[in-house]
């Protein structure tokens, strides 16, 4: 019996069974009323609502909405002067246009209102483009009401992804999910056209709460035969919920069991995330809609503090407040968006004033800004020029760990002038500085971001303690993914059956790297997982030479799921990125035509994507044409000259074709552009030294090691070189490092065990 006969099978018995149960008579699918609905019922919430930056989102031009001036103000960057003016009921920017040239755009709609305001120009296609020009809304006396340049150490030409005509600054997928209400992208990928809609302009009630149809009528007729009162979802955390101090300073959570759904809905836009789906239904289970990043190297500090935009949600996931059953709406007005209590009082709910609103805990004067708990406990990072954001992972300073690992800490951001041994001797003379805080991780990070001894063992032990917070577990598991050994894989497909959908997530990126039979075995149950967005990954993983062997209950299940993966990336398919996932997996399963479309697509979209052009060069080196390789790299390099990728894969290229003089200025141009990437010295030096240059190739090996000291692969080339000069010393020298990265590596303790005899054995 064929799998396609099988599949057939099992659709029409799902048919069949639906049509017995009586599905097409269910309930109507909810629909959107708009926020006037609500007033007459909730008149309080609806008023606070009116007053809200969430009400601001979004809005059409007018002498109330816009901030900025538009009396002829100009502002000039390089040859590139931009004047902001009106005519008649029109506010026009004249500046630098996708051609290059100076022209008049209005401004199609006010984006946001505090403390900056940007400006939505209209070009053709539907796309509406944020300009990179912004008013800052703060008062005079606060160094604001003043025109300011988002990217100030950038020069921005028509052509750059980042200039205001360009694809990172599109409304339609970038900013319009989070400042409207039901949002439909609608992009048509035949005309690279949107004709994206929305049902409220800005952020109004059903933006969080859902479809409100059902609940109106609910309303009208109340019935308990209707869940949540007609809503897809309750948004009830709080109900029921105490908060008693008991015998202790800070409260206790008492009542029904702690749930993630309300932070869930406020992370559909709160969060650094991807976007898979704009379902309102999907949207609001989260991880059927969207892929949360974990606490990745450059978007956070070692120790989970924010460090690029990274929002709130995976910050306040790590905290002690989210452990206890804290949700959002216990601090803030989900109506109002304002917080719930002024100042340190809004702690007070939880945290006893008579114990830490004290000189005796905060050791700084009353009332001022360094006696306000969010200052230590809560600092913030300026983003956009202006907008200073607050860390919500709620954090025990530690200036020790800025001493060790370079991570910020809330005293020396108060007193920059200060060491941070001084602030650890000052929390020392208060009797402070004992306690760790909540993120026990960063320590193991370090050693993984710097493939240093022992980190797997140290990313092990975050993984299985169950004290640690899902996402730094997440975290781990996602570090452990890079090179993940064969003892790391029993821990991720234990990890697969953990509840929260992040970890399971991140185990299946390190399962992904094992052989197909191990991944077959693991992740196949995961392809029915309640979860899209772990059905769609695992999908993935078994693309390819894992799912050869799938049985027919297995090969319907991974079908369906590749399709929710494929239609997660439609979903985008106005991104360059997207038609690159789709080209990977089409390279996965075999399918050469279809990976080269898709790559050649994203460039279509994207002539500056490096790496759609590196791969589509890779697919022409398979099939032996060296020359077209190099010149698709040529192409892509002359839109995108500062890509270290694009002259590495350059370089390569050019010595597969023995063009050593070439190769060699395409190999140093990459380290140039990139001397953090160890990959690309490592090529370099190697080059170096097979083209008669042996002491650069050992400079460049030893630059590189200044910066990534357990190197494996420089490590060893590092020691060759030496012992070939006759350094033995040297050679041991760097062997003894490379001996402590992995015990169990044989390769690698048999050539230190080489080097060591030399270096024991008398000289001749």
Not at 77 to 100: M, Q
Not at 488 to 506: C, E, F, G, Q
Not at 636 to 665: V, W, Y
Not at 698 to 719: Q, V
Request: hydrophobic share 40%.
């Amino acid at each position: 019996m064929s799998t396609s006969f099988l599949y057939r099978l099992c659709a029409a018995f799902l048919l069949l069974g639906a049509c017995l149960s009586g599905a097409a008579a269910q309930t109507p699918v909810a629909t959107f009323v708009g926020s006037e609905a609500c007033a007459a019922c909730h008149p309080s919430e609806h008023a606070d609502w009116r007053m809200s930056q969430h009400r601001a989102a979004m809005q059409e031009p007018d002498e109330r909405s816009v901030l900025g001036r538009f009396d002829g103000a100009s502002l000039r960057k390089g040859a590139v002067e931009t004047v902001f003016s009106r005519r008649g009921e029109k506010f026009l920017i004249r500046t630098e246009g996708p051609d290059g040239k100076a022209d008049d755009f209005a401004v199609k709609y006010v984006f946001g209102v505090y403390p900056l305001q940007q400006y939505l120009l209209e070009l053709p296609g539907g796309r509406l483009q944020a300009f990179g020009l912004a008013w800052d809304a703060r008062p005079a006396a606060q160094g604001g009401q003043r025109w300011f340049d988002l990217y100030p150490d950038r020069r921005l030409a028509a052509g750059d992804p980042l200039h205001w005509t360009g694809i990172d600054q599109n409304w339609n997928y970038q900013c319009a999910w989070c400042h409207s209400t039901n949002l439909r992208k609608n992009y048509d990928a035949r005309a690279n056209a949107f004709a994206t809609t929305f049902s409220e302009i800005s952020v109004g009630c059903e933006a969080c709460h859902g479809p409100a149809s059902r609940h109106v009528a609910w309303a009208a007729k109340p019935s308990e035969a209707a869940p949540h009162h007609g809503f897809e979802m309750s948004l009830d955390q709080r109900a029921g919920v105490a908060w008693q101090g008991g015998a202790g300073a800070t409260a206790a959570r008492t009542g029904p069991p702690a749930s993630d759904r309300e932070a869930r809905v406020c992370a559909g836009c709160h969060s650094r995330r991807q976007q898979f789906s704009d379902d309102p239904v999907a949207a609001a289970r989260f991880y059927d809609a969207f892929r949360p990043v974990t606490l990745e190297e450059g978007l956070f500090h070692l120790d989970g503090q924010q460090r690029d935009e990274v929002y709130n949600f995976s910050s306040f996931l790590q905290s002690r407040m989210h452990a206890a059953g804290v949700t959002c709406s216990d601090c803030h007005n989900p109506h109002s968006g304002k917080l719930r209590l002024a100042g340190n009082a809004v702690c007070g709910q939880c945290h006893s004033a008579a114990v830490f609103d004290q000189v005796t805990h905060h050791h700084h004067a009353p009332g001022s800004d360094a006696a306000q708990c969010v200052n230590c406990h809560m600092p913030a990072t300026v983003y956009m020029g202006v907008d200073a954001r607050r860390d919500h992972s709620m954090r025990i300073p530690r200036p020790d760990r800025t001493a060790a690992l370079a991570t910020p800490n809330a005293c020396n951001q108060c007193h920059a002038e200060k060491s941070a041994a001084w602030a650890v001797a000052a929390l020392k003379s208060w009797g402070a500085g004992g306690k760790p805080g909540a993120q026990a991780f960063a320590e193991a990070f370090h050693l993984a971001d710097n493939g240093a001894p022992g980190a797997g063992a140290a990313l092990a032990r975050i993984i299985e303690d169950q004290g640690q917070s899902a996402i730094a577990r997440a975290s781990a598991l996602q570090r452990l993914s890079r090179a993940p050994t064969a003892a790391d894989l029993p821990l991720a497909t234990r990890a697969l059956a953990d509840s929260d959908p992040t970890v399971r997530m991140a185990a299946v990126a390190v399962l992904a790297r094992a052989d197909a039979g191990t991944k077959r075995d693991a992740l196949t149950p995961l392809l029915s997982d309640e979860t899209r967005l772990l059905r769609m990954e695992a999908a993935r993983a078994l693309a390819g030479q894992a799912e050869a062997d799938l049985s027919p209950a297995g090969r319907l299940a991974f079908e369906k799921a590749l399709g929710e993966y494929e239609a997660g990336q439609l979903f985008n398919a106005e991104r360059p990125e997207s038609h690159a996932n789709l080209g990977a997996l089409a390279l996965a399963r075999g399918r050469i035509d279809a990976a080269r479309a898709a790559y050649e697509r994203a460039l279509a979209l994207d002539r500056t994507f490096a790496p759609a052009a590196i791969s589509l060069a890779d697919i022409a080196r398979a099939a032996g044409d060296e020359k077209a390789a190099e010149e698709t790299l040529r192409r892509s390099q002359a839109q995108n000259p500062d890509s270290a990728p694009l002259a590495h894969a350059l370089g390569l290229s050019l010595i597969r074709q023995k063009r050593l003089p070439e190769a060699m200025a395409e190999l140093e141009r990459a380290v140039t552009l990139a001397p953090d990437d160890a990959r690309f010295a490592y090529v370099y030096a190697v080059a170096l030294h097979d083209s008669g240059s042996p002491r650069k190739a050992r400079e460049t090996l030893s630059a590189a090691l200044s910066r990534h000291p357990f190197d494996r692969e420089s490590l060893m080339a590092l020691a060759s070189y030496e012992m070939e000069e006759g350094d033995v010393a040297a050679a041991a020298e760097v062997a003894e490092r490379l001996a402590l990265l992995d015990p169990d590596d044989r390769e690698a303790q048999g050539f230190v065990a080489a080097i060591r005899a030399m270096a024991r054995s008398p000289r001749r």
